[in-house]
């Protein structure tokens, strides 16, 4: 067996089966990682001891904090967990709070004491909460005292979540109370490279949530592919941007790349348009990660960013359309580097620079993955032939417990389910989803998860969910309703049903477009034929 620091080996208990696992690959020179790796040594501890510790590593507002200082912070709260609360590596630390410099010291510093990241978005609610401790079997949690109501309320049936602290909290019981308590220096415990140090969940179409698991290797592998050959960033850069820690994207964008090259970030707990363009100013941020969705909306003022410090804007998350990118560079100047990355291999594989960039196009495979189109049958198809996106490179789906890990991964490929064509310069150029996710603003949604909610709600007789195109967010949620007999379907009543989602699951979730019918297609046993919706829903772009 392969040496593992992991005492809590639940995560090494319920990795796919190998021949379930996909084909790695670590051609480049640098993906030779030894076979002790702890990522918090490269990211943040060896800047301090190779005497950048007084480098600017992380700001927000009324904070600027050096190499030096998130390292102390880290250390005393990893010395918190093993002294206080108890961890041992392996035990999974769910991880909840908006974009802020807690956060991220909380994030290295179970990386630093060995355990498994969980780490959650704000806006999920207790149901979801619950899923995400139970499916991983979550034992400690670190929280932002501002989020605390629906942890509570999921922590209250879940028996596995032993213990809690809030950050941000000036009470004697809060974690920065205890981090006073201990010693700024801590002995990072001697992880493996293989193993595993976050899971990342992600919606499925199903609405059941899947928990993706990435080692250290993994981490550090996303920082050497993408990055430095097309981000291609530079010590003083200032990254800055929207998509939340929880996210893979922005996990890489906002913490780990910048601090993989000595760079900095500002994190920021708002990231409305004007706020994100005064950031930009106030900050002089040069790189900027966001969604399709947000420089649309930031795009009409813009105008400040035009010969400003930004020089560098990423765009992944869904789809970037042509018109997007063109509205953009007409606003900034700034070509954007588009992406497509997936939670199941922890960023982006596919993207194209600055100078490459191809409207229309996400770009050509990001060097230390290959990529190709695949037919139904597992067979490459010819150039220009729409086909299942399929990627291998050094990193890859491991899905925690989860059948579904036969349907992504098949013959040692990732099966990301995209639909692309290949033209012959081997730009790969999206066309639309092959399963049923949602994919509205950057955001995966599940419909049958959307369902369920509605059809908590008494006056829901029955319903379906399906994407509807938007030319803002791309899709939209929209829903199909049949009302109990009784009830009119007015607006006001739309706008009950709407209210009660935001209520019920994360509100990004809500269907943002209700129709009301009276009968939904089903097959002969009873299934709902969501195919027969989208048909009757296309060009729906209210």
């Not at 140090?197 to 250290?216: D, W």
């Not at 530079?234 to 941007?241: P, S």
């Not at 989803?433 to 369920?452: L, Q």
Request: aromatic residues 8%; proline residues 7%; negative net charge.
């Amino acid at each position: 067996m392969p040496y593992s620091a992991h005492i809590d080996t639940f995560t090494g208990d319920n990795l796919p089966p190998l021949a379930q696992q996909p084909e790695f690959l670590f051609d480049l020179p640098e993906l030779k990682f030894p076979e002790r790796l702890n990522c918090a040594w490269p990211l943040l501890d060896q800047h301090v001891a190779e005497g950048r510790g007084e480098r600017v590593c992380i700001q927000a507002p009324n904070l600027r904090w050096t190499y030096a200082d998130l390292q102390e912070r880290a250390n005393r709260i990893a010395n918190v967990l093993v002294k206080d609360l108890g961890v041992v590596p392996g035990n999974r630390v769910l991880l909840r709070a908006p974009n802020n410099p807690m956060m991220a010291a909380c994030w290295f510093a179970v990386m630093k004491v060995g355990a498994v990241a969980t780490a959650t978005m704000p806006l999920l609610r207790a149901k979801e909460l619950k899923h995400v401790i139970t499916k991983a079997r979550v034992t400690h949690a670190l929280c932002d005292l501002r989020l605390a109501g629906e942890l509570k309320l999921a922590a209250a049936e879940c028996a596995d979540l032993r213990h809690i602290l809030y950050f941000n909290d000036t009470s004697a019981d809060g974690l920065e109370a205890a981090m006073a308590k201990h010693s700024a220096s801590f002995d990072n415990v001697d992880t493996a490279r293989d193993d595993t140090c976050i899971l990342a969940f992600t919606s499925g179409t199903t609405g059941q949530p899947k928990a993706t698991m990435h080692f250290h290797r993994d981490v550090m592998a996303s920082c050497v592919c993408w990055p430095p050959h097309v981000l291609r960033a530079v010590a003083d850069d200032i990254f800055m941007g929207t998509p939340p820690l929880a996210f893979t994207f922005g996990l890489g964008g906002l913490l780990l790349f910048p601090l993989s090259i000595g760079a900095s970030t500002v994190l920021l707990e708002q990231g409305a348009p004007q706020d994100l363009v005064d950031a930009i100013a106030k900050y002089k941020a040069t790189v900027l990660f966001t969604a399709p969705t947000s420089y649309r909306a930031i795009a009409p003022i813009a105008g400040p960013l035009r010969n400003s410090s930004l020089r560098k804007c990423v765009s992944a998350g869904e789809a970037l359309p042509a018109a997007t990118r063109a509205l953009w560079k007409e606003a900034t100047g700034i070509e954007m580097i588009d992406g497509i990355g997936a939670t199941e291999l922890m960023h982006i594989f596919i993207s194209a620079d600055e100078a490459h960039a191809l409207p229309g196009a996400t770009g050509t495979v990001v060097p230390g993955y290959v990529a190709c189109v695949m037919d139904d049958n597992g067979k490459p198809t010819p150039l220009g032939e729409v086909g299942n996106l399929a990627v291998k490179g050094p990193t890859g789906c491991r899905y925690l417990a989860d059948d579904r890990q036969a349907k992504y991964v098949k013959d040692g490929w990732n099966y990301t389910g995209d639909a692309y064509s290949m033209d012959a310069e081997g730009y790969f150029h999206y066309h639309s989803r092959t399963d049923d996710m949602i994919i509205s603003a950057g955001y995966n949604i599940a419909g049958p998860e959307v369902e369920d909610a509605l059809l908590r709600h008494p006056k829901v007789a029955e319903c379906g969910v399906i994407g509807a195109a938007d030319e803002e967010r791309g899709q939209i949620v929209k829903a199909i309703v049949v009302l109990r007999p009784g009830n009119e379907p007015t607006p006001e009543m739309a706008k009950e049903l709407q209210n009660f989602v935001k209520q019920s699951i994360a509100p990004y979730k809500y269907p943002r477009s209700i129709e009301f019918v009276t009968a939904l297609p089903r097959t002969e046993t009873g299934k709902l034929q969501r195919f027969r919706l989208r048909l009757t829903n296309q060009g729906d772009h209210r």
